[in-house]
T-cell receptor
Framework: AQSVTQPDIHITVSEGASLELRCNYS??????LFWYVQSPGQGLQLLLK??????LVQGIKGFEAEFKRSQSSFNLRKPSVHWSDAAEYFC????????????FGPGTRLSVLP | EAGVAQSPRYKIIEKRQSVAFWCNPI?????LYWYQQILGQGPKLLIQ????????DSQLPKDRFSAERLKGVDSTLKIQPAKLEDSAVYLC?????????FGPGTRLTVL
């Protein structure tokens, strides 16, 4: 079945440590790819997006993500996590690249230890 | 630039009651979405509008949920009658060229 998966439900890292959140998708063509962040009680905010071209994309708040076609993955990374990064992170895809139908993964909750 | 506005922010009702949510998208955004986000899950699309026409409502429980976007601007989502499993956050988003902007959501609790 076509889907977006985020294998890690909850990740805990220490402040200053590096971070990688995983996202995999199962669509035939390369979809448009997105990462969103949701702080408690807030709506979702776009961190970064990939449509085509350079497979390493930079986003806001020091985040980056790398698209790997061979692995159908779009993992989110940050070299040094800050306490304010604690939130829920969602990977999303637009499968058909024509419509604007966004499909979201289940999310990964990030906790940051002081 | 004003963001996506939603109201109310919180709503508590009893099962079998009716409830309505309102969304005002960012000016100029033709596409408007309603999502249901159950605790611990990602947002699930309920309905997508392009201007005042429906693009996708395949996951909208049409026996109890309805939505409209008159004049292609603001939108209303209604649940009638509500069930316990409708307890969730209802997110509205609007988009321009594949970039979605989300409102703060309405947290619905059905008792």
């Amino acid at each position: 079945a076509q889907s977006v998966t985020q294998p890690d439900i909850h990740i805990t890292v220490s402040e200053g440590a590096s971070l990688e959140l995983r996202c995999n998708y199962s669509y035939g063509a390369t979809p448009y790819l997105f990462w969103y962040v949701q702080s408690p009680g807030q709506g979702l905010q776009l961190l970064l997006k990939y449509f085509s071209g350079d497979t390493l994309v930079q986003g806001i708040k020091g985040f980056e993500a790398e698209f790997k076609r061979s692995q159908s993955s779009f993992n989110l990374r940050k070299p040094s996590v800050h306490w304010s990064d604690a939130a829920e992170y969602f990977c999303a895809v637009v499968p058909d690249n024509y419509g604007q139908n966004f499909v979201f993964g289940p999310g990964t909750r990030l906790s940051v230890l002081p | 630039e004003a963001g996506v506005a939603q109201s109310p922010r919180y709503k508590i009702i009893e099962k079998r009651q009716s409830v309505a949510f309102w969304c005002n998208p960012i000016s100029g955004h033709a596409t408007l979405y309603w999502y249901q986000q159950i605790l611990g899950q990602g947002p699930k699309l309920l309905i997508q509008f392009q201007n005042n026409g429906v693009v996708d409502d395949s996951q909208l429980p049409k026996d109890r949920f309805s939505a409209e976007r008159l004049k292609g601007v603001d939108s209303t989502l209604k649940i009638q009658p509500a069930k316990l499993e409708d307890s969730a956050v209802y997110l509205c988003a609007s988009s321009f060229v594949y970039e979605q902007f989300f409102g703060p959501g309405t947290r619905l609790t059905v008792l």
